[in-house]
């Protein structure tokens, strides 16, 4: 960890930081950027020889992007259902000018597919012509430095990036996030190492009283500040996977296109006098009594099919999710919206466990924005969903019971069942107690019928 601005910024030293635990965090960096982006040859290495061909000169890819897709899963869980913001201390207009204005949702779904991939994501405050805008942040360009006596404790957060200028001429722009202020620098690279600073530092003071800068982690532990990612734990399994169906497309291609065996009488001769055979590649077999027949032979096709059953059982165990968060549901097994989630269980505890460094830096985020807009502090809350797709016709049964009970008013069924607020929802209110006034009717006593008698 780095724990003072001169270690990283002195002339001569090189960039980026060669601090053993930045090394290794923006290599993992690198190695999951390409797996995300499906540039898996480059990571397994080692791996992909093992289906190299050699008479061909190419390899056999088949690229299954499951680390994409495991971190497309966790952001989908987060925010399928977009989360409730309020406050109760400050204005909501303005907090929701702010989630508008910046894109929020989406900002903060590229922020949650970072901690899944890197273990860290980061969101930053910023004024506009006067208005607060919140925005994602690339985390391979973000430097905390941390106090020596507590190394959970980040005192200022670096943001650093280098820029071409001309042909092999690079600067760094720099950005140091200390509560309420920002200082800007600008230093020149020579051979990816700092020198001079272009032009004197400024700093930019704000009407706040926290960083700019607001931090998501994945899982954590006591002896490290940087979150675990997701895809370490995995990628074994995958690289594995793939080569499996890569030696599965090898033994097909040999099986659609076999040789041929034979007696030499089967070889002709064309126009030029070159030896042909119409039947395709051929060896000659030198005793003339065996018919011509295609070389077979058994590529253990089972064999393979069920090693990759094996591999998804142990990614899915490992990954915390199950055939059923992507997809894959049997026939009977989720009909109701409550079995569907009873299916689901390990992947939302992880996305809940995910919830408790995400939380606290989102509502940082909103807190932070309104306070540079406004000039004053606010409290945040939010509440958030399972990005499951609700069963309405469980919610539209649960809400009619409560009424029923008296345990939910005719307008928190309304909201629940329907999602609407405000004004609209005052209508809606309306509009139902308006059409049942007519049914509480007095009931009607019908004559009774008259003796026979009398009616002779």
């Known amino acids: 960890m780095i724990t003072s601005l001169e270690t990283i910024f002195s002339k001569g030293v090189p960039w980026p930081p060669r601090d053993m635990d930045e090394v290794r965090r923006l290599a993992m960096y690198s190695d999951n950027q390409k797996l995300f982006e499906g540039d898996h040859p480059d990571v397994f290495t080692e791996v992909w020889k093992r289906i190299y061909r050699t008479d061909l000169e190419a390899t056999i890819e088949i690229l299954l992007n499951w680390p994409k897709r495991l971190s497309t899963l966790w952001g989908d869980l987060l925010l399928g259902e977009i989360p409730t913001v309020t406050t109760e201390d400050g204005d909501q207009e303005v907090l929701d000018g702010i989630i508008k204005r910046s894109n929020f949702w989406s900002q903060l779904y590229a922020s949650a597919i970072d901690v ?92 706040c009283d926290r960083p700019l800068i607001a931090t998501m982690s994945n899982v954590t532990t006591t002896d490290r500040y940087y979150g675990h990612e997701d895809y370490s734990d995995v990628a074994s399994i995958v690289s594995e996977i793939e080569v ?87 026939a009977g097994l989720a009909e109701s919206g409550s079995a569907l989630k009873r299916l689901l269980t390990a992947p939302l505890a992880k996305v809940n466990r995910l919830k408790l460094g995400i939380d606290p830096a989102v509502c940082q985020a909103l807190e932070t924005a309104y306070q540079l807009e406004t000039g004053k502090p606010c409290m945040v809350s939010i509440a958030w969903k399972d990005g499951i797709p609700d069963d309405q016709v469980e919610v539209s049964t649960m809400c009619d019971a409560a009424y029923v009970a008296g345990t939910m008013s005719l307008e928190q069924v309304i909201r629940r069942r329907d999602g609407l607020k405000g004004e609209t929802l005052e209508k809606a209110v309306a509009e139902i107690r308006a059409a049942t006034a007519g049914l509480n009717t007095p009931k009607v006593t019908l004559p009774e019928a008259e003796d026979e008698d009398e009616e002779e």
Request: net charge negative.
């Open 116 to 207: 899944s991939r890197f273990g860290n994501g980061l969101l930053k405050s910023r004024l506009v012509d006067g208005k607060a805008k919140i925005s994602g942040f690339p985390p391979r360009w973000w430097f905390p430095i941390v106090d020596p006596s507590d190394l959970k404790e980040v005192t200022e957060h670096v943001l650093a990036w280098p820029v071409e200028i001309s042909t092999d001429k690079y600067q760094l722009y720099v950005q140091v996030h200390r509560p309420g202020e920002v200082e800007y620098r600008i230093y020149d690279l020579n051979r990816w190492s700092v020198c001079s600073l272009v032009e004197d530092p400024h700093t930019e003071v704000f009407n």
């Open 244 to 330: 499996r169906f890569a030696q599965i497309a090898r033994i097909l291609d040999k099986h659609a296109d076999p040789k041929m065996y034979g007696p030499a009488s089967v070889v002709g001769k064309d126009e030029n006098g070159n030896d042909v055979v119409r039947m395709g590649d051929f060896i000659v077999v030198e005793k003339e009594d065996i018919p011509p027949g295609y070389i077979t032979w058994d590529g253990q096709m089972e064999a393979n099919f069920k090693e990759i059953d094996l591999l998804m059982e142990q990614f899915y165990s490992i990954s915390e999710t199950s055939p059923s968060a992507f997809g894959q549901i049997k």
